[in-house]
T-cell receptor, first 111, second 119 residues
Framework: KNEVEQSPQNLTAQEGEFITINCSYS?????LHWLQQHPGGGIVSLFM???GKKKHGRLIATINIQEKHSSLHITASHPRDSAVYIC?????????????FGGGTRVLVKP | GAVVSQHPSRVICKSGTSVKIECRSL??????MFWYRQFPKQSLMLMAT?????????EQGVEKDKFLINHASLTLSTLTVTSAHPEDSSFYIC???????????????FGPGTRLLVL
Protein backbone atom coordinates (compact mmCIF):
# COMPACT_ATOMS: atom_id res chain seq x y z
CA LYS A 1 0.00 0.00 0.00
CA ASN A 2 1.32 3.42 -0.95
CA GLU A 3 1.97 5.88 1.83
CA VAL A 4 0.01 8.54 -0.08
CA GLU A 5 -3.24 7.67 -1.82
CA GLN A 6 -5.29 9.99 -3.97
CA SER A 7 -8.85 9.67 -5.15
CA PRO A 8 -10.29 9.72 -7.65
CA GLN A 9 -7.61 8.84 -10.20
CA ASN A 10 -9.60 10.51 -12.94
CA LEU A 11 -12.33 13.09 -12.79
CA THR A 12 -14.41 14.73 -15.51
CA ALA A 13 -16.55 17.74 -14.70
CA GLN A 14 -18.64 20.27 -16.56
CA GLU A 15 -17.54 23.86 -16.47
CA GLY A 16 -18.84 25.55 -13.34
CA GLU A 17 -19.02 22.41 -11.22
CA PHE A 18 -17.46 22.08 -7.79
CA ILE A 19 -14.58 19.60 -7.74
CA THR A 20 -13.07 17.77 -4.78
CA ILE A 21 -9.88 15.74 -4.83
CA ASN A 22 -8.89 13.68 -1.82
CA CYS A 23 -5.54 12.69 -0.39
CA SER A 24 -5.00 10.20 2.43
CA TYR A 25 -1.68 9.31 3.96
CA SER A 26 -0.63 6.68 6.44
CA UNK A 27 2.44 8.25 8.04
CA UNK A 28 3.24 11.20 10.25
CA UNK A 29 3.95 14.28 8.20
CA UNK A 30 5.34 17.74 8.76
CA UNK A 31 3.77 19.29 5.66
CA LEU A 32 1.51 18.46 2.73
CA HIS A 33 1.73 20.00 -0.73
CA TRP A 34 -0.82 20.23 -3.47
CA LEU A 35 0.75 20.51 -6.92
CA GLN A 36 -0.74 21.12 -10.35
CA GLN A 37 0.84 19.66 -13.47
CA HIS A 38 -0.39 20.90 -16.82
CA PRO A 39 -0.27 18.80 -20.01
CA GLY A 40 3.00 20.45 -21.00
CA GLY A 41 4.59 19.00 -17.90
CA GLY A 42 5.37 22.04 -15.80
CA ILE A 43 4.48 21.78 -12.13
CA VAL A 44 3.08 24.58 -10.02
CA SER A 45 3.00 24.43 -6.25
CA LEU A 46 -0.54 25.39 -5.23
CA PHE A 47 -0.47 25.03 -1.47
CA MET A 48 1.69 23.89 1.38
CA UNK A 49 -0.29 22.94 4.48
CA UNK A 50 0.55 21.79 7.94
CA UNK A 51 -2.86 22.44 9.48
CA GLY A 52 -6.26 23.99 8.82
CA LYS A 53 -7.31 25.49 5.57
CA LYS A 54 -5.91 27.72 2.85
CA LYS A 55 -7.64 29.54 0.02
CA HIS A 56 -6.26 31.05 -3.16
CA GLY A 57 -8.73 32.30 -5.71
CA ARG A 58 -11.07 29.44 -6.61
CA LEU A 59 -8.89 26.86 -4.91
CA ILE A 60 -9.31 25.70 -1.33
CA ALA A 61 -7.14 23.18 0.47
CA THR A 62 -7.91 21.62 3.81
CA ILE A 63 -6.07 19.19 6.00
CA ASN A 64 -7.13 17.09 8.99
CA ILE A 65 -4.00 15.97 10.76
CA GLN A 66 -5.81 13.56 13.10
CA GLU A 67 -7.53 11.80 10.22
CA LYS A 68 -4.46 11.99 7.98
CA HIS A 69 -6.54 13.42 5.17
CA SER A 70 -6.45 16.45 2.91
CA SER A 71 -8.80 17.74 0.24
CA LEU A 72 -8.36 20.12 -2.63
CA HIS A 73 -11.50 21.88 -3.81
CA ILE A 74 -11.96 23.78 -7.04
CA THR A 75 -14.98 26.06 -7.08
CA ALA A 76 -16.63 27.18 -10.33
CA SER A 77 -14.35 24.93 -12.35
CA HIS A 78 -13.08 26.08 -15.73
CA PRO A 79 -11.51 24.22 -18.66
CA ARG A 80 -8.17 25.81 -17.83
CA ASP A 81 -8.28 23.89 -14.53
CA SER A 82 -7.77 20.70 -16.55
CA ALA A 83 -4.53 19.24 -15.25
CA VAL A 84 -3.11 16.54 -13.03
CA TYR A 85 -3.29 17.41 -9.35
CA ILE A 86 -0.71 15.79 -7.14
CA CYS A 87 -0.63 15.48 -3.38
CA UNK A 88 2.83 15.24 -1.82
CA UNK A 89 3.82 14.91 1.81
CA UNK A 90 6.97 15.53 3.77
CA UNK A 91 7.24 12.60 6.13
CA UNK A 92 8.48 13.32 9.63
CA UNK A 93 12.03 12.12 10.21
CA UNK A 94 12.69 11.83 6.49
CA UNK A 95 16.23 12.85 5.76
CA UNK A 96 16.75 15.69 3.32
CA UNK A 97 13.19 17.07 3.35
CA UNK A 98 12.10 14.66 0.61
CA UNK A 99 8.54 14.62 -0.65
CA UNK A 100 6.51 11.47 -1.12
CA PHE A 101 3.99 11.75 -3.94
CA GLY A 102 0.52 10.46 -4.52
CA GLY A 103 -0.36 9.01 -7.88
CA GLY A 104 -2.13 12.14 -9.05
CA THR A 105 -5.68 12.92 -10.07
CA ARG A 106 -6.28 13.70 -13.71
CA VAL A 107 -8.97 16.38 -13.98
CA LEU A 108 -10.76 17.26 -17.19
CA VAL A 109 -13.19 20.16 -17.17
CA LYS A 110 -15.41 20.29 -20.22
CA PRO A 111 -16.86 23.54 -21.51
CA GLY B 1 6.09 34.02 -12.04
CA ALA B 2 8.42 31.07 -12.43
CA VAL B 3 11.20 31.06 -9.89
CA VAL B 4 12.95 27.90 -11.06
CA SER B 5 14.14 27.47 -14.63
CA GLN B 6 15.43 24.45 -16.49
CA HIS B 7 17.49 24.30 -19.63
CA PRO B 8 17.03 22.83 -22.12
CA SER B 9 13.28 22.27 -22.18
CA ARG B 10 13.62 19.53 -24.73
CA VAL B 11 16.60 17.57 -26.01
CA ILE B 12 17.07 14.77 -28.50
CA CYS B 13 20.37 12.95 -28.50
CA LYS B 14 21.99 9.85 -29.90
CA SER B 15 22.54 6.79 -27.81
CA GLY B 16 25.92 6.88 -26.09
CA THR B 17 26.17 10.64 -25.79
CA SER B 18 25.94 12.66 -22.58
CA VAL B 19 23.33 15.29 -21.88
CA LYS B 20 23.51 18.05 -19.28
CA ILE B 21 20.39 19.61 -17.79
CA GLU B 22 20.59 22.83 -15.80
CA CYS B 23 18.30 23.88 -12.97
CA ARG B 24 18.43 27.45 -11.70
CA SER B 25 16.64 29.17 -8.85
CA LEU B 26 15.97 32.66 -10.11
CA UNK B 27 14.79 34.65 -7.13
CA UNK B 28 16.27 32.86 -4.17
CA UNK B 29 19.20 30.84 -2.96
CA UNK B 30 18.51 27.14 -2.77
CA UNK B 31 20.74 25.10 -0.53
CA UNK B 32 18.78 22.02 -1.55
CA MET B 33 17.57 21.03 -4.98
CA PHE B 34 15.81 17.84 -5.97
CA TRP B 35 15.90 15.92 -9.25
CA TYR B 36 12.89 13.88 -10.31
CA ARG B 37 12.09 11.64 -13.20
CA GLN B 38 8.62 11.09 -14.56
CA PHE B 39 7.42 8.48 -17.02
CA PRO B 40 4.20 9.03 -19.00
CA LYS B 41 1.09 8.99 -16.82
CA GLN B 42 3.11 8.20 -13.73
CA SER B 43 3.95 10.27 -10.71
CA LEU B 44 7.29 11.87 -10.00
CA MET B 45 10.10 9.65 -8.83
CA LEU B 46 12.84 11.26 -6.76
CA MET B 47 16.25 10.49 -8.18
CA ALA B 48 18.52 12.47 -5.91
CA THR B 49 18.80 15.33 -3.48
CA UNK B 50 21.41 17.90 -4.37
CA UNK B 51 23.03 19.93 -1.63
CA UNK B 52 25.16 22.95 -2.42
CA UNK B 53 28.82 22.28 -1.85
CA UNK B 54 28.46 18.61 -1.05
CA UNK B 55 27.83 15.31 -2.77
CA UNK B 56 24.32 14.52 -3.87
CA UNK B 57 22.29 11.89 -2.07
CA UNK B 58 20.91 9.33 -4.50
CA GLU B 59 17.78 7.27 -4.05
CA GLN B 60 17.99 3.52 -4.05
CA GLY B 61 18.30 2.14 -7.55
CA VAL B 62 19.60 5.34 -9.11
CA GLU B 63 23.10 4.97 -10.50
CA LYS B 64 25.22 7.89 -9.35
CA ASP B 65 27.80 7.31 -12.09
CA LYS B 66 25.05 7.40 -14.69
CA PHE B 67 23.30 10.47 -13.40
CA LEU B 68 25.94 12.97 -12.33
CA ILE B 69 24.72 15.82 -10.18
CA ASN B 70 26.64 18.97 -9.43
CA HIS B 71 25.37 21.73 -7.17
CA ALA B 72 28.21 24.21 -7.42
CA SER B 73 26.35 27.31 -6.37
CA LEU B 74 23.28 28.32 -4.40
CA THR B 75 21.35 28.97 -7.60
CA LEU B 76 22.48 26.23 -9.96
CA SER B 77 22.35 22.46 -10.01
CA THR B 78 23.12 20.32 -13.03
CA LEU B 79 22.14 16.76 -13.92
CA THR B 80 24.27 15.00 -16.53
CA VAL B 81 22.93 11.82 -18.06
CA THR B 82 26.06 10.00 -19.13
CA SER B 83 26.19 7.52 -22.01
CA ALA B 84 22.47 7.94 -22.55
CA HIS B 85 20.39 5.00 -23.73
CA PRO B 86 16.83 4.94 -25.09
CA GLU B 87 15.54 3.74 -21.71
CA ASP B 88 16.78 7.03 -20.22
CA SER B 89 14.19 8.85 -22.31
CA SER B 90 11.94 10.54 -19.80
CA PHE B 91 10.77 13.85 -18.36
CA TYR B 92 13.26 15.23 -15.85
CA ILE B 93 12.10 17.81 -13.32
CA CYS B 94 14.05 19.71 -10.73
CA UNK B 95 12.77 21.55 -7.71
CA UNK B 96 14.39 23.93 -5.27
CA UNK B 97 13.48 24.45 -1.68
CA UNK B 98 12.86 27.99 -0.58
CA UNK B 99 13.15 28.75 3.09
CA UNK B 100 10.73 31.62 2.76
CA UNK B 101 13.11 34.44 2.05
CA UNK B 102 11.63 37.84 1.24
CA UNK B 103 8.43 37.60 -0.75
CA UNK B 104 8.75 33.87 -1.32
CA UNK B 105 6.90 31.47 0.88
CA UNK B 106 8.51 28.40 2.34
CA UNK B 107 7.87 25.65 -0.14
CA UNK B 108 9.36 23.75 -3.01
CA UNK B 109 9.32 25.41 -6.39
CA PHE B 110 9.40 23.18 -9.42
CA GLY B 111 11.11 23.76 -12.72
CA PRO B 112 9.23 23.39 -16.02
CA GLY B 113 10.94 20.10 -16.80
CA THR B 114 13.21 18.77 -19.53
CA ARG B 115 11.97 16.20 -21.98
CA LEU B 116 14.81 13.89 -23.02
CA LEU B 117 14.56 11.59 -26.02
CA VAL B 118 17.45 9.26 -26.69
CA LEU B 119 17.49 7.73 -30.14
Amino acid sequence: KNEVEQSPQNLTAQEGEFITINCSYSVGISALHWLQQHPGGGIVSLFMLSSGKKKHGRLIATINIQEKHSSLHITASHPRDSAVYICAVRIIKTAGNKLTFGGGTRVLVKP
Amino acid sequence: GAVVSQHPSRVICKSGTSVKIECRSLDFQATTMFWYRQFPKQSLMLMATSNEGSKATYEQGVEKDKFLINHASLTLSTLTVTSAHPEDSSFYICSARSLGQGALRETQYFGPGTRLLVL
